[in-house]
């Protein structure tokens, strides 16, 4: 026999009394309540009163001006200035970088945030710049520029603002490059079915970007041309060695670099994790007439794995998509820092 039911509450049950449908109701329901014009006009006064947030910056109008060849970004009167008490310009065939530094500093509400780079990334790589090609074109070591500026508040520059530590930083990239790095043969990587795997969409980046490297990349006369190595996954994960050559014409090249485009390399090599992408980028982007390979083609390069995880397993809200969106406006700065267009920008 089963089991009586239970009540779950002491209390009496009190059953709903459904009404009529007919009879009781007649007609659509009535109009909400207005409010009374002099509340209206109250409630309006009351708001204007609120104070507005002040902008609290000291700067009213962002302009550009042509200095001597070039766009100098002036706040009001002011120029900015970099660590090194430089002024922040630029030459006169990179009008979009200019135009965006504008940009940059005309969207700022105050001048706190003048101080966080991540509210100024162009005016921080741009600053970058600026310090090293004047430290070259005045032909001062590092301890001359650190000797000059001592005693001045902010003016100390990085020692990494020197060519060569910063040769030598991308180079270390080299033999770890992402491009490199091979998932093994077997393991967890399935891609859906007619999809390509892990493994094969790697491989044709690789080969995609070795060829690239292989045809633009300048040897000596009458030498191969570059070899590189890749770090197949079926034998553990380890760096790819490459040889010296191969290191030594990427030397070579990379210090024939101006001080815009190692800037730039720099930080797209931070970015990607990749040298070979970041010298593809860089070097197609110089010039913005012959674009062949652009901010998207380099993050898909970089990105694949990730990418390809996403695919699998979907994406993870304020993790994948910020990151998403964080790479290609860092391989956007980069593109706008190396990029050269000889059109002027109107008259301001």
Request: charged share 25%; net charge negative; proline share 6%.
């Given at each position: ?142 301890e001359t520029i650190e000797a000059t500026s001592e005693g001045e508040e902010g003016g100390e520059v990085d020692v990494r603002n020197t060519r060569e530590q910063i040769t030598d930083f991308v180079m270390g990239y080299l033999d770890t490059d992402t491009v490199f790095m091979i998932s093994p043969t077997r393991g967890g990587h ?159």
């Amino acid at each position: 026999m089963p089991a009586a039911p239970r009540q779950i509450h002491t209390t009496h049950s009190n059953y709903a009394n459904p009404l009529p449908l007919g009879g009781t109701v007649d007609g659509p329901p009535p109009d909400p309540p207005v409010p009374q014009p002099e509340y209206i006009t109250r409630n309006r006064l009351r708001q204007a009163a609120i104070p507005k947030p002040r902008t609290e910056r000291f700067w009213e109008d962002v302009h550009l001006k042509v200095v001597d060849g070039r766009y100098q970004i002036l706040l009001d009167a002011r120029s900015i200035k970099t660590s090194a008490k430089n002024d922040v310009s630029v030459p006169v065939n990179k009008p979009l970088l200019a135009y965006a530094l504008q940009v940059e500093w005309a969207t700022m509400r105050n001048s706190k945030e003048a101080l966080k780079s991540h509210f100024i990334p162009l005016t921080s790589l741009t600053s970058r710049a600026i310090d090293l090609e004047v430290a070259e074109k005045d032909s001062a070591s590092v301890e001359t520029i650190e000797a000059t500026s001592e005693g001045e508040e902010g003016g100390e520059v990085d020692v990494r603002n020197t060519r060569e530590q910063i040769t030598d930083f991308v180079m270390g990239y080299l033999d770890t490059d992402t491009v490199f790095m091979i998932s093994p043969t077997r393991g967890g990587h399935l891609a859906a079915a007619g999809e390509k795997q892990l493994r094969d969409r790697q491989l044709d980046v690789a080969h995609d970007i070795i060829e690239w490297a292989q045809e633009n990349i300048p040897v000596p006369k009458g030498e191969d041309k570059l070899d590189f190595v890749l770090s197949d996954g079926d034998h553990g994960i380890l760096p790819s060695s490459q040889s010296d050559r191969t290191k030594q014409i990427l030397r070579d090249m990379i210090s024939k670099f101006s001080a815009w485009e190692l800037v730039g390399l720099e930080c797209a090599v931070i970015l990607s994790k990749s040298l070979l992408v970041a010298l593809r980028l860089v070097m197609e982007n110089r010039k913005t007439a012959d674009i062949k390979w652009d901010v998207e083609d380099a993050a898909k390069a970089c990105n694949l794995e990730t990418d390809f995880q996403i695919e699998q397993w979907g994406l993870v809200e304020d993790t994948h998509d910020v990151g998403h969106a964080d790479l290609r406006r860092g391989l956007g700065a980069v593109v706008l820092l190396v990029s050269e267009l000889n059109i002027p920008l109107p008259e301001q």
